[in-house]
C-alpha cells in the first residue's frame, strides 16, 4: 500500500482513547537496502517470529509467520523457489505471497490437501515508505486506515524543502523498547552523552516542552532553546517508533 491520505482513517493504537494497542500500529523493521530479494529473512517483532521475502509475481514485500503449517518448521530457513514462491525447507512446500499453499510435492496426483485452509500461513500487510519497509501486525483491516509513522519532512511547494537531508542510520541496542523509549524521550541527556557529537555539557538547560499534539499513540512538541540552545527542537514521539 501507500501512505496515500485515506478517507476513514482510524488511530494507530486501536480504538480504546485512553489505551495504546501494541499490535494496532505500523512498525517499521528493515531499510530496503539491507534486505536480499534472493533469500527469505527472519524478522521477530513483538515477540511473535516472522519471515520477510520479495514475492517477485506481485512485487510485494512479504511477512508471514515464521512458521510452516504442516510441520511447523521455520519458513525464514527455507528459500525462494525458482518460481517465486517461498518454499519450506523440510517437506517442500511452497507458499504464494497472500499465504496459501500452492503445491505439496509428497501428494498423490488428484490429492489437493493445498487446498485446505489448514494448509495456509498469515501473511501481514506490508508497506514501503522513506526506504523501509513497514509491517501492520494486528487487524488487517485497519492497516490501511491506519497512519504509517513517517518522518515529517518539511515541504515547500509540494516538494521537500532544500536541504533537507534524512539519514539511515541502523543500531541493535541490547535493551528493550520500554528502556528506550524512555531514553528518547529524554533530551535533557543530551549535552552529556553526545557531548562532543551532537551535545555540548555547556548547553544543559531547563527542558520547557510546549505539547503541541497528544493522543494515545504518541505526542508532538516543541522545545524552543532546545539542547543546541537557540536551536528549536520538535518532538515526534510515537510508541510505533521504538518496537
Ligand atoms: S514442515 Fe513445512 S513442508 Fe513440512
Redesign the pocket.
Known sequence: MTAAVLADRVTAGGDEPTRFEPIESWYPVFYLEDLDQLKPTPFTLLDRDLVIWWDSQALEWRAFDDR??????R?SEGRIAEDGLLE??????AFTGAGTCDR?PQQLPDAKAETSRRACVKSLPTAVEQGLLFIYPGTATRAEQTPIPLIPVPMAEGKPQDGWVMLNTFRDLPYDALTLLENVLDPSHLPFTHHNSVGKRSNASPVELEVTTSDQSGFTGTWADGPRRQTKYHFYRSMSNVA
Open positions: 510452516c503449517p504442516h510441520r511447523l518448521a519458513l519450506c525447507p523440510y517437506h517442500g512446500w505439496i
